[in-house]
Nanobody, 123 residues
Framework: VQLQASGGGLVQPGDSLRLSCAAS????????MAWFRQAPGKEREFVAV????????YYGSSVKGRFTISRDNAANTVYLQMDSLNPEDTAIYYC?????????????????WGRGTQVTVSS
């Protein structure tokens, strides 16, 4: 079982990025998928979640309206479209998979984690 996140990089404030998380060894269409992030010296923070059963999505307050989570079950991949990026979005972004349904935001519900991809927003 593996989650491979990619798409991070260095961008300027106001720019956009799309992160991808490719799953292997399991079928993500029966998993709730989420993105978390961790900035230096801070705890891991919930970003977005996509419930496999209801197809509902839910976002952290700091990214709501700017970020969009989506999934391509055929490609076994989940995405995070990030728009209007600002320096406070700088962090390592992790994708995670949970066997629980529902818009879970607590890390304890997530069974599998990717290694993360660095996003840096700086002018």
């Amino acid at each position: 079982v593996q989650l491979q996140a990619s798409g991070g990089g260095l961008v300027q404030p106001g720019d956009s990025l799309r992160l991808s998380c490719a799953a292997s060894g399991f079928t993500l269409k029966i998993y709730t998928m989420a993105w978390f992030r961790q900035a230096p010296g801070k705890e891991r923070e919930f970003v977005a979640v996509s419930d496999y059963r209801s197809r509902n999505t839910y976002y952290g307050s700091s990214v709501k309206g700017r970020f969009t989570i989506s999934r391509d079950n055929a490609a076994n991949t989940v995405y995070l479209q990030m728009d209007s990026l600002n320096p406070e979005d700088t962090a390592i972004y992790y994708c995670a998979a949970s066997g629980y349904h529902g818009t879970r935001t607590d890390t304890h519900y997530f069974d599998y984690w990717g290694r993360g991809t660095q996003v840096t927003v700086s002018s």
